[in-house]
């Protein structure tokens, strides 16, 4: 079965310092990874995903994400934090079969001025 | 997205009521499926269906129910609504080719 953990569910950070949110999944087989932002009252929007390919994965707003397989995990990075990077942020995988994705239970970000 | 939308955006019900959301999407996409979000819980998948003919039950699918009535609208039931069913419902949808998924603005059940 998947599974995803984001063992952090709030991360503050101050503004223009670096920030990372933590996610690590469990799949069989090579995983495809996502992240996705929610601001309130708002859906989810995709930010980026790893399929295959270079490791380090670019995605919108400047946010950047890592996969490392042999740690199986898959931390969203920003080298330079804005306050309206304040959201909640979704970590999610599935495997390279028909399956739906699974999402972390979310880590919500608070960039202070 | 405005490509999927969701009706209503919110709704305020009483136990024991029969309630029913509708997502409608214009991307195309053959796969569609609904979550709930709770605090503390991140999505859970409710159904999907990967098309007309397809419906597949997701982690938590007791006490829902969903039709789908064209590859361009998936709606989810709740056939005796209960207090613990307040949530923010998300329909989302997506193209295999591409992986990710894209999702509507969300319903906001009360259910009293």
């Avoid at chain 1, 996969?67 to 931390?75: I, R, V």
């Avoid at chain 2, 999927?4 to 509708?22: S, W, Y």
């Avoid at chain 2, 982690?59 to 307040?86: C, H, W």
């Amino acid at each position: 079965a998947q599974s995803v953990a984001q063992p952090e569910d709030q991360v503050n950070v101050a503004e223009g310092n670096p920030l990372t949110v933590k996610c690590t999944y469990s799949v069989s087989g090579n995983p495809y990874l996502f992240w996705y932002v929610q601001y309130p009252n708002r859906g989810l929007q995709f930010l980026l995903k790893y399929i295959t390919g270079d490791n380090l994965v670019k995605g919108s707003y400047g946010f950047e994400a890592e996969f490392n397989k042999s740690q199986t995990s898959f931390h969203l990075k920003k080298p330079s934090a804005l306050v309206s990077d304040s959201a909640l942020y979704f970590c999610a995988v599935r495997d390279r079969g028909n399956t739906p994705l699974v999402f972390g239970k979310g880590t919500r970000l608070s960039v202070i001025a | 997205d405005a490509d999927v939308t969701q009706t209503p955006r919110n709704r305020i019900t009483k136990t024991g009521k029969r309630i029913m959301l509708e997502c409608s999407q214009t991307k195309g996409h053959d796969r569609m499926y609904w979550y709930r979000q709770d605090p503390g819980l991140g999505l859970r998948l409710i159904y999907y269906s990967f098309d007309v003919k397809d419906i597949n039950k997701g982690e938590i699918s007791d006490g829902y129910s969903v039709s789908r009535q064209a590859q361009a609208k998936f709606s989810l039931s709740l056939e005796s609504a209960i207090p613990n069913q307040t949530a923010l419902y998300f329909c989302a949808t997506s193209d295999p080719d591409r992986n990710e998924q894209f999702f509507g603005p969300g319903t906001r059940l009360t259910v009293l």
